[in-house]
């Protein structure tokens, strides 16, 4: 399956493409890419650190839980 919407850009305007979008949306998906974000981020700064104290950490503190209890593939 291929989507074929697409968006233009005039200075600060965003027009629709002549296409709709053929999927749904991908519910959670910002809220996981902000969390992979997050566990890269303190990843670099704890290098000895485990992979999964980390996504623990930045569950419990940085986003107060929200969608923690979704695995997230990183």
């Known amino acids: ?10 200075g600060a305007v965003f027009l629709p493409g002549k296409h709709r979008h053929t999927h749904d949306p991908k519910v959670g998906k910002v809220t996981a890419q902000r969390v992979k974000a997050l566990v890269k981020e303190e990843a670099r700064c704890n290098l000895l650190k485990p992979v999964s104290a980390i996504v623990n950490e930045v569950c419990k503190f940085s986003l107060n839980n929200l969608l923690c209890h979704v695995q997230y593939s990183f």
Not at 1 to 10: E, F, G, N
């Open 1 to 10: 399956m291929c989507c074929k919407a697409s968006v233009k850009q005039r």
